[in-house]
C-alpha cells in the first residue's frame, strides 16, 4: 500500500483530507509544521487540537520540533503580497523532507479542502518541490468537502480558530470588522 504524508495545518481541515487519502487506497501519516501561526498561543491551540483529532482517528502524526517562526518571517517580510507563496514554500517542502525520511511516497497538505487557499500556488509549490525532492505531490481539490470537514469534528469539541493562520491574516480578519 502506497503512504501519503500529509501536512496539516488544523484539526478541522483534517478530519476530511485524512479520510479522502484513506479512501483512496493510501496508508496517510500526519505532519505538524505550521511556523507561520500566530501567536505562540494560537499555534498551542491548533497543535494540541491536531493531537485529540489524531488520536481519536487512529493518525500516526509527526510533529516538527519548535516553533520555527523566525524563518517564517526572513522569508515574508518585505514580500507580504507573495506571502502566501512563501508560507506555502516553507511548509510544503518541510512535509516533502519529513515524507523523504519517514519512507512515503507522496505528500499533500490540508490546505487544500479550504476554500480560503489559492490552490493555483499550493499545486505550483508542491509539484515544484517534488520535482526538487522526489517523494510525489498529490493534488486534489477537496474545497466541496469543507462542510463534511467540520460536521465530522463538530461532536468532537475541538478549538476552532477564526483566521488562518498569520499575523496577516488575522490583521486582515480584524481590519475588515472595522471597515
Known amino acids: 500500500m502506497k503512504k501519503v504524508l500529509v501536512h ?3 484539526a478541522h481541515c483534517a478530519a476530511y483530507t485524512v479520510e479522502h487519502w484513506r479512501q483512496q487506497g ?3 501519516g500526519g505532519f505538524w509544521y505550521n511556523p507561520n501561526i500566530h501567536p505562540y498561543t ?3 491551540s491548533r497543535l494540541e487540537s491536531m ?3 489524531a488520536r481519536e482517528i487512529d493518525l500516526p502524526l509527526i510533529i516538527a520540533g519548535g516553533y ?6 526572513r522569508r515574508v517580510v518585505g514580500h507580504e ?3 502566501c507563496r512563501h508560507c506555502f514554500d516553507l511548509r510544503l517542502a518541510k512535509t516533502a523532507e519529513a515524507a523523504r525520511e519517514h519512507g512515503y511516497d507522496a505528500f499533500t497538505t490540508t490546505l487544500l479542502i479550504s476554500p480560503h487557499q489559492k490552490h493555483d500556488i499550493i499545486r505550483e509549490t508542491g509539484s515544484k ?3 526538487e525532492q522526489g517523494p510525489e505531490f498529490l493534488y486534489a481539490d477537496l474545497r466541496k468537502r469543507y462542510s463534511d470537514s467540520r460536521h465530522i469534528t463538530k461532536s468532537m469539541d475541538l478549538y476552532r480558530q477564526q483566521y488562518c493562520g498569520c499575523i496577516y491574516s488575522e490583521w486582515e480578519r480584524y481590519k475588515e470588522n472595522e471597515e
Not at 520555527?68 to 518571517?73: Q, S, V
Open 8 to 10: 496539516t495545518c488544523c
Open 81 to 83: 503580497a507573495e506571502r
Open 26 to 28: 493510501y496508508e496517510v
Open 51 to 53: 493531537e485529540s483529532l
Open 68 to 73: 520555527d517562526f523566525i524563518e517564517y518571517f
Open 42 to 44: 494560537e499555534h498551542r
Open 129 to 131: 518541490i517534488a520535482a
